[in-house]
């Protein structure tokens, strides 16, 4: 039996099918030691080699196609050189990859310890004033790791008699080929079928009481909830058809908690119905009414599988209260529910706040059992000590709290929950700056995730690989676990060590590069590398007013490449240096990586990469890249990377 010995070309052959010659040139001088690899990741290629691997993975997200390489042959080289084809293929591997693999995240603190992957108007597909709304909005940022997604509900409208019957006679006239349901019309409500109408629970000690569900006086076909943004010329989507999508894609990427943020503008009866499809849909997934008050909220792990509710809360006493006005005054029902928030910061007397204001129904608030919104006030009320609640604030409020009452600020949410929302203004979805309130401890930075800006590009560097939970650095988080503090005056400055950062990237070549989005043309293609570090600022630590308003903006740090032409360029190994940085918190700084097209105008965004800094490799590294829609791509960019902290 013979035994077949690969020969030193046939090793070059399969390499070159999978690098460019840009990227193979700077492998073979790093291989035979003209470029050597610093000592620590030599260290960690001898320990790769040491393990088993697959390389044809079928669950790697590693694309580069190594699969062909033949099979490793240990010898003895030279003057500290390496073989170039395990070298090649650890390179490819995901210990060779710029973002190191994120370690286990302990699951085992109270929430509020966390970031949260979060979405703002979920529902919608393109901009805030006229995109159509989907349900596969809420799939894809699902898939993508979202864990707090929003929805905004609204009345629903009956169908009238006259569509009834002419939808019948269409089916009649139609019964002998596949039927194209009119409910494809974003204006058209489709009744429930047998399978999905309302049906009384047996097990009242699963469930809540539920009023008798309305029906619309004009057809047995009720209405229901739909989903859109008010005000605006969006497209709506049926709440049903919202649930059931969340109900399917929630946990397939990862089992860790939901949170769905309600922002009710529906009537009582509306709101009723809304009850009924949240607990059919998504049933045993929900976190059930606890028997007693929260006094500490649970941790991630103990809700793994869960979908939590955030929605307005109303003492049970003060909603029968209300239900009993309405009933007593039942003209006003209409113009009380034509426009209501959930959560707001708008401040007001009480009855201007209560016509503006749908009621909520005991029942649904009854839902948002560990996620609870409460009307912010400020920071010393009352409710800013109630372990479940949860303050959403607009961008522009949330800096006018930072300049006002900026360690008190910090100290609230180091142990209860904060929402941040971009402001209505930005009509184009754009989005602002999370890590500038990451940094000031708020779990849940909502974002439009409908545009790949700044924004989201961190928000990628944030919770890459994490399951949508992050768990805050130490002296973000609570004093310990198990354990709810009250509010105090400690300064964000003061709550973690920062340090100087030193920080080089040699930018050697790339390969595969994405085109811009409705490029097709590689040979006009003239690829250039932006780097771009996003650091704490000064003025966060102090209270001091924030440039921009944290609004999403380039790095404080920059460099950009020269241009090159082609989507496999050799960017010749120029150098970005960030010497002597201050003030930097690894886990709450980013370094981004964006190529860019050098045309004339505007220079189109081909492909991006966004890594925190605890997570950034040294030595030489492949950078993945996304392309311009966000997407995985092939296309991956060879650097060496030094850093040092002091």
Known sequence: MSTHTTHPTEHLSALSSSFSPAVLTYLKSIANNKHPLPPSQLQELQSYLSKPHNDADPKSQHTTPLASLPPRHHEDKPNGSVDLKHLAEYLASPEGDAMMPLADTDLSY??????????????????????????????????????????????????????????????????????????????????PSEKDRPVANSSAGETLSLPTPWQSASTAARAEPRVLHGYTLTKEVSFREVCVAIREAAFITSDLPVIVSLEVHAGKEQQEIMVEIIEQTWKSMLVKPTASECQQLPSPGELRGKILIKVKYVAPERAKTKAAGRAATPSMRRKDSSSSSSDSDNQGSVDAKEK???????????????????HFKDLSSSEASVPCHVFSLSEKKFMDIHESHGPTLFSHNRNYLMRAYPAGTRVTSSNLDPAVFWRKGVQIVALNWQKFDAGVMLNEGMFAGSGGWVLKPRGYRGHSQGQQTGISDELQGDAIAHKTLSLSIEILAAQELPLPIGDHKPHSFQPYVKCELHIEKQEERTGASIEGGGRSKDGEYKF????????????????????????????????????????FGKDDLAAWACIRLDRLNEGYRFVRLLDANGDGSRGVLLVKITKSLS
Do not use: M
């Open 356 to 374: 503006k204001k749908s009621s909520i129904i005991e029942p649904l608030s009854a839902l948002g059992v560990y996620t609870r919104s409460y």
């Open 560 to 599: 950009k490449s020269k241009s090159c032409r082609g989507i496999e360029p050799n960017f010749g190994g120029e150098k970005a240096d960030f010497a002597n940085v201050p003030t930097v918190v690894e886990e709450l700084s980013f370094l981004r990586f964006k190529i860019q097209d050098d045309e």
């Open 110 to 191: 109270p929430i509020s310890n966390y970031f949260i992957n979060s979405s703002h108007n979920t529902y919608l597909t393109g901009n805030q004033l006229y995109s159509e709304s989907s349900t596969d909005a809420y799939t894809n940022v699902l898939l993508r790791g979202c864990r707090c997604i929003e929805i905004d509900v609204w009345d629903g409208d009956a169908k009238s008699s006259t569509a009834e019957a002419e939808e019948q006679s269409e089916e009649k006239k139609h019964k002998h080929r596949p039927h194209i349901p009119r409910s494809l019309s974003p204006h058209h409500k489709k009744p």
